[in-house]
């Protein structure tokens, strides 16, 4: 059920908000309405006990707030290094291909400029893009292709520069691995779900502490909400790829391109605009 539901939440990131938002109105009525009961056994005396823990929901409540921006801000920079390894590692694959020459040199070259194209592609494709599903195929294809070439190369001539080639066409195709993992990383439902409970909990300490002292607390407590909602959507959406407003950066890939004297691609079908 949380998988199904955080699966849902992805791809509405309105519907996350409003579900969101509603649950912490909620939680805080019924926070103001269990500390007006409370204030209306007790009377005016003082409840210290209240107060801490209040204090100490609200404080455990920050620490997994910085705890998940942290590891959503982790990810999302692991996702920008993977760009630079990966134009890098198919860059110099590139220009070795150029270097040692040969029958297949022309082929792979050129094998390896789309597979530079494909994989700007796929970094900038949505999650529900009709093109996703041909572009992995084609980056199969053209790894398959390429490591043929590069097979039949190294037969015709086992030399150190050819070895060396080899290595880079390896890494370029490890970096591509590595970059997809890191593309298809989204925070797992149990995080979801404790961060909508925690938000709860807090929220509704919040409105049980501002019913025990008889104070109006249903103002600070919407714009509390509202900055709660708005702190976890944006964990959340750092934290994943592909779902709402971040992005993952493709300027390395437009720059190995320029440098390489090739057009950028259309991104407009990738995208899914």
């Known amino acids: ?40 056994r007790i009377g005016e005396r003082a409840d ?6 209040v204090g100490s929901i609200l404080g455990l409540l920050a620490f997994v707030l910085a705890l998940n921006l942290s590891n959503a801000t982790s990810r999302f920079e692991r996702r920008v290094e993977s760009t630079l390894q990966e134009v890098n590692a198919i860059g110099t694959a590139l220009l070795q291909a150029e270097a040692v020459g040969g029958d297949q040199a ?17 970094i900038q494709a949505g999650r529900d893009s009709p093109e996703f599903a041909r572009i992995g195929a084609e980056t199969n294809a053209l790894q398959r292709e ?10 015709e001539s086992p030399t150190d520069p050819v070895s060396e080639l ?20 989204r925070m797992p439902a149990q995080v979801i779900w404790l961060l909508l409970v925690m938000s709860q909990l807090g929220i509704a300490a919040v409105g049980y502490q501002f019913g025990l002292t008889g104070r109006r607390g249903r103002a600070p407590g919407l714009v509390l909400s509202v900055l ?4 976890v959507t944006e964990i959340v959406d ?8 971040f992005r993952t950066d493709t300027r390395v890939y437009e720059w190995a391109m320029e440098g390489l004297d090739m057009p950028l691609p259309s991104t407009s079908q990738a995208t899914g605009e």
């Open 1 to 40: 059920m949380g998988a199904a539901f955080s699966d849902l939440l992805f791809h509405h990131r309105l519907l996350f908000l409003v579900i969101m938002f509603l649950a912490l109105v909620l939680a805080l009525e019924i926070g103001l309405r269990i500390g007006g009961h409370r204030r209306a």
């Open 48 to 53: 210290e006990g209240a107060a801490l823990v």
């Open 106 to 122: 022309a082929g792979m070259v050129a094998n390896l400029r789309d597979y530079m194209e494909l994989r700007y592609l796929y």
């Open 146 to 155: 390429l490591w043929a070439q590069m097979t039949e190369r190294i037969r």
């Open 166 to 185: 080899m290595s880079s066409m390896n890494a370029a195709f490890d970096s591509s691995t590595a970059m997809q993992l890191a593309m298809e990383y």
């Open 228 to 231: 709660w909602c708005a702190v």
């Open 238 to 245: 750092i934290g994943s790829a592909r779902i709402w407003s």
